[in-house]
């Protein structure tokens, strides 16, 4: 978990396998677009600094972050990938809607993770102010996209591992 002082970009390169042999999905939901947006910069120049071709890597957008199970089941179904990030930002309002899609989304994601054979990362934000979301998509605590694709290497490679 996250704490106040962690840069979520911050990692040693050492430990995190090569990505250049791996095709990855990217499922961006529009909604709170500057922060999703932030995050998949993140995410991409991460995949890239750590060996992925820019050929392999696929960017879907779909409307919303209760959306992504969906996105994300149909990347895996479609577009032969190693691993998913699914990049969605959710921001506390005045209604219980951010507890039911927050819990559905969560929910969602890891049911994925269980059915299919590609890892899903969560890289869904779930802040109660949108500088919350700010500070984690690229400010103050770094960029939590960044974190969620070196998940997506280390995850692919695990996959690639214990395949028999």
């Known amino acids: 978990m996250a704490t106040a002082n962690k840069n979520l970009s911050q990692y040693d390169k050492n430990m995190v396998p090569s990505a250049k042999d791996f095709r990855f999905g990217i499922v961006v939901s529009e909604w709170n677009e500057s922060i999703t947006e932030n995050l998949y910069k993140g995410a991409f120049e991460a995949l890239i600094e750590n060996g992925a071709k820019e050929e392999n890597i696929v960017k879907w957008d779909v409307p919303g972050s209760f959306e992504l199970i969906y996105g994300s089941k149909r990347m895996i179904d479609t577009q032969n990938v ?81 395949r028999g």
């Open 82 to 162: 190693d691993a998913v990030i699914a990049i969605g930002s959710v921001i506390q309002g005045e209604t219980k809607h951010f507890d039911f899609v927050c819990e559905g989304v969560a929910q969602g994601i890891k049911d994925l993770n269980i059915l299919t054979d590609v890892p899903v990362v969560f890289c869904v934000l779930t802040d109660n102010t949108l500088q919350q979301a700010i500070d984690r998509s690229g400010g103050k605590h770094g960029n939590k996209g960044t974190e969620a694709a070196i998940v997506a290497v280390k995850m692919a490679n695990l996959r690639k591992e214990t």
